[in-house]
């Protein structure tokens, strides 16, 4: 599946650059993604191509969104086993948890869990920067 941004890739993630959790863990996995197999699309400065390509603006910035090679949208969790599919070292990962479905529900749950209480939780810790505080307003 290439895209106008990387006919290369094979998976697209949608990610908020502008939330630092966010900008960090995908530049650490672009490190990773070395084949540039990952079409990384930023949601606020290419949100038309990631509604265009099925990812609604409002719930991939509250949960991670991936988009597979046939079309199929991953999102939370399943979005994240898709990517790390494609990243060394974490592939092991993903099949742990595909392998294990009671670990990845919980794991699931968690992420869920965090990215609902991320915001506020940042805020106190960091003194009110906005680090995530794009992600439910827009």
């Not at 390509?53 to 988009?67: C, D, I, N, S, Y």
Request: with cysteine.
């Amino acid at each position: 599946m290439s895209t106008p941004s990387n006919p290369a890739a094979v998976i697209s993630v949608f990610f908020d650059n502008d939330c630092a959790i966010c900008r960090r863990e995908v530049a650490f996995c672009k490190t990773l993604d070395k084949d540039q197999r990952i079409d990384w699309i930023d949601l606020r400065s290419q949100r038309q191509l990631a509604e265009s390509m099925g990812a609604e603006f409002e719930a991939a910035m509250e949960l991670l969104h991936v988009l597979d090679a046939h079309g199929k949208m991953h999102i939370g969790l399943a979005g994240h086993l898709v990517m790390w599919s494609y990243l060394p070292g974490y592939r092991h990962l993903a099949r742990l948890l595909r392998k294990y479905p009671r670990l990845a529900a919980q794991c699931d749950r968690f992420y869920r869990l965090f990215t609902r209480l991320r915001p506020g939780a940042l805020r106190r810790i960091d003194g009110a920067t906005n680090l995530c505080e794009g992600s439910r307003n827009e």
